[in-house]
């Protein structure tokens, strides 16, 4: 009745499919094409005592959107945030950044969800009025090379940095030292040429449109990130990764988001590695080359933290050669219990079958039961045909040292599966342990996580 209400005042039609309001407010695929439909849908938002907020695949301008954003915040109440396939830009941007720096309103989020609204690009026109909000996030932007002492300092185990670590720390360290030598030449040159430097300085390269939700999140007490079918740019990867250390989230999804190899790495380095809170981490499906230089960084700083117990890294190249460092964050991880990886279609079969055949390798020679099992009496399966790229689920229970193969549940039959002539069986079961397993099929963190939530 309140929505029927602000649309008569508003002057604009009902939809077709009516929102859902209460302490859920849920609109999906709904066509809010003028903004009289979304401060309609606002002024009915405002009524109620909302805690949790989930727009998908709903059609509506960025102005609305933030006055929809606006409204969910003034409950004080509100715990999650969903918005999901919309358009939008830097009003609901910093719609979110006002309601989170308001301690009243922003400290009962918990869980943000930004998937696939298109916000992972750079600012390339600051609009009046926004200025203020991103130069509060510009510190975010700096590059901080770790080197070892830095990660010594912080009682991190910086005498097990791979070679490749060490190489990319030096090159770091390398791409500062043009900029220091031109400073340090016009601070001896003219009156023209501290002139060129004060115009150059003033010339910043535009902000990430989420700079200033980056730079919130440090303040908040957000707990649950997830940015995935987001294309991150690489200054909104730089921001992301400088303020998860300052942050105190726990879970951060990055599906889908384009992450190069460089992205992962300033990933990794700057932000996994520093972060202190982090239990759980979604890299599926990026664009990763497979070469081990990214994937080794990633495992090495998940090897070395002491909290992070999820990561998912399947959908993604791999290479045979990520196979030792995999081995070493399997042997010395205090925290690991869940590792997803492989997937991809576009990798090679060979890759992928020796990759499989080394983790079914080491977990059968590291088990506590098979001490003295020869290589040769280690039994690996092949994978079925039409599985030779199905994912691959190392996985432990807590406060246990032996790893398991498990492999994702059988995907459901699909109609035309049930329409063909040839019967359809479900994949092949990963081989029997002598032991009853103490983890179930699949990953249990997930399965966990699902039930908790129903």
Request: glycine share 6%; hydrophobic share 40%.
């Amino acid at each position: 009745a309140v929505y029927r209400d602000a649309c008569k005042r508003c002057k604009v039609q009902v939809l077709e499919t009516m929102p859902i309001l209460g302490e859920m407010v849920e609109v999906v695929g709904a066509n809010l094409e003028e903004t009289k439909h979304c401060y309609a849908l606002a002024e009915a938002v405002r009524t109620c005592a909302v805690k949790g907020l989930k727009v998908e695949e709903c059609y509506m301008p960025d102005m609305g959107a933030a006055k929809i954003i606006e409204a969910a915040f003034s409950g004080e109440h509100l715990e999650t945030v969903t918005l999901s396939g919309l358009t939008l830009s830097y009003r609901s941007v910093l719609a979110l950044y006002t309601a989170l720096r308001q301690n009243r309103l922003g400290n009962s989020l918990r869980h943000l969800t930004l998937a696939a609204c298109g916000l992972g690009g750079d600012l390339e026109l600051m609009p009046p009025g926004a200025a203020a909000a991103y130069e509060k996030g510009r510190a975010l932007l700096e590059s901080h090379p770790v080197d070892e002492e830095t990660l010594a300092r912080g009682g991190d185990v910086a005498g097990l940095l791979s070679e490749h670590l060490q190489e990319s720390l030096r090159k770091a360290k390398l791409d500062e030292r043009p900029a220091l030598h031109m400073a340090t030449a016009t601070s001896f040159g003219s009156d023209a040429g501290e002139d060129e430097v004060e115009k150059e300085e003033e010339e910043l390269p535009p902000p990430p449109v989420l700079l200033p939700v980056f730079h919130q999140l440090t303040l908040s007490r957000v707990l649950h990130l997830n940015l995935s079918q987001t294309w991150l740019s690489p200054s909104s990867v730089r921001a992301l990764s400088n303020s998860l250390p300052q942050t105190q989230i726990e879970v951060i999804k990055l599906d889908e988001c384009g992450l190069s190899d460089d992205a992962v790495e300033e990933l990794a380095l700057q932000g996994l590695l520093r972060s202190r809170l982090l239990l759980e981490v979604s890299l599926r499906r990026n664009q990763l080359s497979g070469n081990p230089g990214a994937i080794s960084t990633l495992f090495h700083a998940v090897r070395i933290h002491a909290r992070i117990a999820h990561l998912d890294l399947a959908e993604n190249l791999m290479h045979p050669e990520c196979v030792p460092e995999l081995s070493k964050l399997l042997r010395h991880s205090v925290s690991l219990l869940c590792l997803h990886l492989l997937g991809c279609e576009d990798s090679q079969v060979e890759d992928t079958v020796a990759i499989q055949g080394a983790c079914y390798r080491w977990v059968a020679q590291n088990a506590a039961v098979n001490e003295h099992l020869e290589p040769e009496e280690i039994n690996i399966p092949k994978p079925a045909q039409g599985e030779e790229h199905s994912e691959v689920i190392l996985c432990r229970a807590p406060d246990a040292k032996d790893w398991q193969v498990a492999a994702p549940p059988p995907k459901p039959m699909r109609r035309h599966d049930e329409e063909s002539t040839t019967p359809w069986a479900p994949a092949a079961p990963p081989p029997a342990t002598p032991e009853k397993s103490v983890c179930p099929e699949g990953c249990w963190i997930k399965e966990a996580r699902q039930a908790n939530v129903k």
